[in-house]
């Protein structure tokens, strides 16, 4: 599976943005799909995550609220719709993908569930 990564640039605080990841190479509804960040100096860490039929979402508690995880099946592609964006939100963002399994669903938080990972797609938000 590759996944691809845009969308990301640069936006002024309380803006807004979406950033895509599109998958090739595999069956996309099998996949359970997260975005991580990396933002300088910092560990990667989750942001959000979306079961492979859509239904089940999850967010870290620092993004619930202003950030909407979708997929789009039919198009092999994950969104992330960031709302009221904060200097904090400054990182590289990464989506990834793991294998339909209990494995996943046990913890989509942790970055062990996923098999695939994309390039990154900077996001900076100024203050």
């Known amino acids: 599976v590759q996944l691809q990564a845009s969308g990301g640039g640069l936006v002024e605080a309380g803006g807004s943005l979406r950033v895509s990841c599109a998958a090739s190479?595999?069956?996309?509804?099998?996949?359970?799909m997260g975005w991580f960040r990396q933002a300088p100096g910092k560990e990667r860490e989750f942001a959000a995550a979306?079961?492979?039929?859509?239904?089940?979402?999850y967010y870290a508690g620092s993004v619930k609220g202003r950030f909407t995880i979708s997929r789009d099946n039919a198009k092999n592609t994950v969104y992330l719709q960031m709302n009221s964006l904060k200097p904090e939100d400054t990182a590289v963002y990464y989506c990834?993908?793991?294998?339909?399994?209990?494995?996943?669903?046990?913890?989509?938080?942790?970055?062990?569930?996923?098999?695939?990972w994309g390039q990154g797609t900077q996001v900076t938000v100024s203050s």
């Open positions: 990834a993908a793991g294998p339909a399994s209990y494995r996943w669903l046990l913890d989509p938080r942790r970055e062990v569930s996923y098999d695939y």
């Open positions: 190479g595999g069956t996309f509804n099998s996949y359970g």
């Open positions: 979306i079961e492979w039929s859509g239904i089940r979402v």
